[in-house]
């Protein structure tokens, strides 16, 4: 795709990609057939193909509008058209130039800016949301159904091994995520302390900088990037632990960015390279201990429990994760069930389902019956996002994968 980017956007570090980016796309179109919104809607302009071409319109020099920014809006940054694009358009990474272009030039106002603060503001600080989270169990049958669906019920982490073995690892705790799933962590633990890993925490981290990124205020996801690698580096400096684990896969795919997010910054180039080098997802983590894996489970019993097992978008698109989650279960002796369109997003996206609730709600009741169609006695999935917003409208009952591997480990010990 030819390009002539405008002065204020030329010479710049985000010029130079976004100008590399589309001149990768050959405007093919073969993205359209797996775009969700493009399914859903039938517009052109919703689909990777027409919001390219309004992004380079605007790096071009052409004023946005409040009806490009819209279409960009609509986009649920799954990535799935990168998987399906053969030219290798970075489409994410366009996708945030653009947007924070169209954004300086379109600011937002009323309801919808000062909604996108407070998610902004308050979804990344762990402690005031796990406040809030309490508050509203408590008031939970006195809510709108709408908001009491997103309040998920209390549960028990379970115990957390004490560090035992020479590996170790660390674990993003993240914000949401330790007050609504904290069992997620804590059967990460157990099941890397069967295979000889410690699992440790760093209370210093915190929010890996998606919500903020995403949102608005990247100089702010770029600060708790920059907090997480202060938090871990002296671990990972001293080489005390050999890899950061992520158990939400959105997560995952921002960690794994630090390097690429703060390139351009001296003091903490070298740093975020390294530990984006070192991040894994806990089924990376997992799978190369298969071969202990399989011989902790081979006194397993009991019928095969059939499953379906919900890929997150950030895991299969973003991480180029495909497959493993899979067969780690299927190793365990869990019968997967079959699930139509797969790569398509369940709709949760980090706060699109906030902020984009009608399409959102489209496109989870769309995933739930491919989900629960195929006769699965359990949904699981690997991104704690995903499984809020599919469990606010499941039949039945919703788990991260690794809360089953825990189990049968468990059954075995």
Known sequence: MQTNLADFIRDTPEGREAEEILRKCVHCGFCTATCPTYQLLGDELDGPRGRIYLI????????????????????????????????????????????????QQVPRTG?????????????????????????????????????????????????WPAPRHARRMIALSGCVQPAMRPAINAATARVLDRLGISLLEE??????????????????????????????WPAVAGGEVEAIVVTASG?????????????????????????????????????????????????????????????????????????TVEGLLTAAGFELTPVRDAHLCCGSAGTYSLLQPELSGRLRDDKLAALQDGGAQCIVSANVGCIEHLAAGARLPIRHWIELIDEKVTQTA
Request: proline fraction near 5%; hydrophobic fraction near 40%; aromatic fraction near 4%.
């Open 56 to 103: 380079k319109q605007v790096l071009e020099g052409q004023p946005a509008t409040e009806k490009t920014r819209l279409h960009l809006d609509r986009c649920l940054t799954c990535r799935s058209c990168e998987s399906t694009c053969p030219s290798g358009v970075q489409y994410g990474r366009l996708a945030d130039i653009g947007r924070h272009v169209v954004e």
């Open 251 to 323: 997560c995952g795919v921002q960690v794994r960015d630090y390097g690429h997010l703060l390139k351009d910054d001296p003091a903490y180039a070298v740093k975020a390279a390294r530990i984006a080098a070192i991040s894994r997802d806990v089924a990376e983590v997992v799978a190369a201990e298969a071969d202990t894996l399989k011989a902790l489970l081979a006194g397993g019993t009991g019928p095969r429990r059939r499953i379906a097992f919900h890929a997150p978008c950030s895991l299969q698109h973003g991480l180029k994760i495909r497959g």
């Open 111 to 159: 309801v919808d800016r000062l909604t996108r603060a407070a998610l902004r503001e308050f979804v990344p600080r762990g402690k005031l949301f796990g406040a809030a989270l309490g508050v509203g169990r408590l008031l939970r049958p006195l809510l709108p159904r709408a908001l009491a669906d997103k309040v998920a019920p209390a549960e028990a982490a379970g115990p």
């Open 203 to 232: 209370a210093r981290a915190g929010c890996c900088g998606a919500v903020r990124f995403h949102l608005h205020d990247q100089h702010g996801g770029r600060d708790d990037a920059r907090r997480n690698i202060d938090a871990w």
